[in-house]
Nanobody
């Protein structure tokens, strides 16, 4: 099993920045892809960005050029640097890890609130 713990959320004014972290523990050797997802009030959970073990990244169009996903494999931690934040970025941000044979794991989420 894999345990994921997010941190770094908070309240920021529009135009500001936040850096989210996701610490992984457990059967981390089997993790292939990790990613960030978010869920705004009244909306479905959506993809923000993903990163493979090899460092290949993928972003939602809404965050391209503003967010950067990265991972430190030695520290078993994934990051999401969020710049030029907008009120519509307000959501609970979840960390997800997928093992090589497809089993997904989710963190409990961290709340990001952007004030206008």
């Amino acid at each position: 099993q894999v345990q994921l713990v997010e941190s770094g959320g908070g309240l920021v004014q529009a135009g500001g920045s936040l850096r989210l972290s996701c610490a992984a523990s457990g059967s981390i050797f089997s993790i292939n892809v990790m990613g960030w997802y978010r869920q705004a009030p009244g909306k479905q959970r959506e993809l923000v960005a993903t990163i493979t073990t090899g460092g290949k990244t993928n972003y939602a169009d809404s965050v391209k050029g503003r967010f950067t996903i990265s991972r430190d494999n030695a520290k078993n931690t994934m990051f999401l640097q969020m710049n030029t934040l907008k009120p519509e970025d307000t959501a609970v941000y979840y960390c997800k890890a997928v093992q090589s044979y497809g089993m997904p794991y989710w963190g409990k989420g961290t709340l990001v609130t952007i004030s206008s």
